[in-house]
């Protein structure tokens, strides 16, 4: 499975911005996604989760009622509302199979894409 993540960018405090994580690969409506993010000087962090079915979800406690993850045939997306500046991070989305939704850790995930930078300003 090949990833490719987009739709990063600038923008202000309250506002939205929708992230894609494209997939290339027979099965990828076989794998489990999710979505991490690395601010400036801090290990990476879970932010979301979604099952193979796209049936359940999961979300970091910071971004719950604010980002929500979905996906369809080929592409998961991260819907994000409400930024806030702590938001700010290189965002990356990633898939496993091993399991139908994948866990809350990076090696709970095999294939990563490469990030996308989001940037909230007050």
């Known amino acids: 499975v090949q990833l490719q993540a987009s739709g990063g960018g600038s923008v202000q405090v309250g506002g939205s911005l929708r992230l894609s994580c494209a997939a290339s690969?027979?099965?990828?409506?076989?794998?489990?996604m999710g979505w991490f993010r690395q601010a400036p000087g801090k290990e990476r962090e879970f932010v979301a989760a979604?099952?193979?079915?796209?049936?359940t979800t999961n979300y970091a406690d910071s971004v719950k009622g604010r980002f929500t993850i979905s996906r369809d045939k080929n592409t998961a997306y991260l819907q994000m509302n409400s930024l806030k500046p702590e938001d700010t991070a290189v965002y990356y989305c990633?898939?496993?199979?091993?399991?139908?939704?994948?866990?809350?850790?990076?090696?709970?995930?095999?294939?990563w894409g490469q990030g996308t930078q989001v940037t909230v300003s007050s």
């Open positions: 990633a898939a496993d199979g091993r399991t139908a939704l994948p866990g809350t850790r990076s090696y709970d995930y095999r294939y």
């Open positions: 690969g027979r099965t990828f409506s076989s794998y489990g």
């Open positions: 979604i099952s193979w079915t796209g049936g």
